[in-house]
């Protein structure tokens, strides 16, 4: 029997967390600088086109089906591939008073699978050819996230390490493992291959157009309701705790951001307001339902404060990770990951573990500490390795020329803003304007 209200809260959830992914278009395509806006924002939109599809044909049975004997520690199996097995199948729930069909689960999922891999391109903005990127997505969520997907959600070695070592069980409630940090790992491997950005650390690369990364950041947060709410797959007690907790420690978390910035640098910015609210969001993920909302409130401040300095390393250590990918996703979701083995609590809707600074002992920080160390080993790792094939085989940076040139002109023949026609426009307005005489009357540019 289909329990109607969670189905409909899943549902709903998955279009939440499909609007994501252009939100972040927004928020990456206003931080990149207006010669290359399209292409950032392509590659968002280029990731829901091909993801989505490899997650009906392989992505989802890679990442939840059984695997096949030892290797089901690693990687999932065949069962449900092209998720034909999957129509008609229900999902029980606790207590056997209904559940939701598992075809909801898997859509629900495929959407954490598209922005995981589009978080990615933020790292690598004004660099990248296009299609390199459109081949590197695939590959990427099939050798990478599929398996971490199953590490951590589909009964691999992550999910699985409490009972044959003894530790408390793993705690990723929405995805600071198998989607920021994974993400985040990913990204510095991508930008050590490709290199820097011709200019980088002495020319000037600010956002082009901030109302953009603002409309993105409000998209995010709009979304992200559904990224962590939706992952309680009901609607109950603890949906409503992620809501709350996400929507405060995602306010905490720019007020830590906007505190660093006034100390630094003795102004606040709208940049890192909207900066500060993704760090927040990351960092909660993962812990949405293992804190109370005042434990929420401790993860944003410390996501706030560490991101806010953490995004400044690529210039101490001459890395080009143009939109910040690895000092907000991959930092935030250590920090979440990690506040989980200090302040976990048993308070919250169905109990759990505690952390050590609310009762337990130091065991779930350990377990928390395993899980993110595995999983940005083994996403560096192996980006590495592909990023490095592509370049090899196919060529993964653009020309010097379409760099400076602009990728959107180079890369697509077109441009966010038409500047050119305006200025032919003006010219021609002008020109017509002009009497026999010589003199010049005030210019009437036609709409």
């Known amino acids: 029997m289909i329990d109607t209200g969670n189905t409909a809260w899943l549902l709903m959830s998955a279009a939440l967390v499909m609007l994501m992914t252009p939100g972040l278009a927004f928020f990456y395509g206003g931080m990149s600088r207006a010669k290359s806006v399209l292409n950032m924002m392509l590659m968002s939109f280029g990731s ?22 030892a290797l089901d520690m690693f990687v999932g199996g065949f069962d449900y591939v092209g998720l034909t097995n999957l129509l008609g199948e229900i999902e029980p729930a606790e207590g056997g008073e209904g559940g939701y069909p598992l075809l909801v689960d898997a859509g629900f999922q495929l959407m954490f699978a598209v922005i995981t891999v589009a978080l990615i391109s933020g790292a690598i903005a004004d660099r990248a050819k296009f299609g390199a990127w459109l081949l590197f997505a695939p590959v990427w969520a099939l050798i990478v996230y599929f398996p971490v997907a199953h590490w951590v959600w589909g009964g691999g070695w992550i999910a699985t390490m409490h009972e044959w070592t003894g530790l408390p069980e793993v705690i990723d409630f929405a995805g600071g493992t198998a ?11 991508l930008v050590l291959v490709l290199g820097r950005r011709k200019g980088f650390g002495s020319e000037s690369m600010r956002p082009h157009n901030l109302p953009f990364v603002l409309l993105g950041t409000a998209l995010l947060w709009f979304g992200w309701f559904g990224f962590n709410a939706g992952s309680a797959y009901a609607a109950n007690e603890q949906a409503a705790l992620a809501l709350v907790n996400t929507q405060v420690a995602t306010a905490a978390a720019t007020a830590a951001w906007m505190l660093v910035e ?75 990951c990690l506040a989980i083995g200090f302040i976990a609590s048993s308070a919250v809707p169905g ?29 560096f790792v192996v980006t590495w390795v592909i990023a490095k094939v592509i370049d090899l085989v196919i060529g993964f940076r653009i020309a ?12 697509h023949a077109e441009s966010a803003y038409a500047f050119d026609e305006l200025d032919e426009l003006e010219e021609e307005a002008v020109s017509s304007s002009t009497p026999p005489g010589g003199e010049t009357a005030s210019p009437q540019v036609k709409s």
């Open 48 to 69: 829901i086109a091909i993801v989505s599809v490899l997650w009906v044909l392989i992505g989802h049975s890679l990442s939840y089906a059984p695997g096949y004997g």
């Open 179 to 189: 989607v920021h940090i994974n993400a985040g790992a990913a990204a510095l491997a």
């Open 262 to 336: 006034r100390i630094r640098y003795g102004k606040i910015s709208a940049l890192g307001f909207a900066s500060g609210a993704i760090a927040g969001l990351v960092a909660i993920t993962p812990a949405a339902a293992s804190v109370t909302p005042v434990g929420a409130i401790v993860v944003g401040l410390l996501s706030g404060a560490v991101c806010a300095y953490a995004i400044s390393w690529k210039f101490k250590f001459k890395y080009d990770d143009a939109l910040d990918v690895v000092g907000i996703h991959m930092v935030g979701g250590i920090v979440g």
């Open 351 to 379: 109990g759990g573990d505690t952390g050590l600074f609310t009762g337990g002992g130091i065991g779930l920080l350990a377990a928390q500490a395993i899980s993110v160390i595995g999983v940005m080993i083994y996403s």
């Open 400 to 411: 010097e020329e379409v760099e400076t040139n602009g990728l959107d002109h180079e890369l």
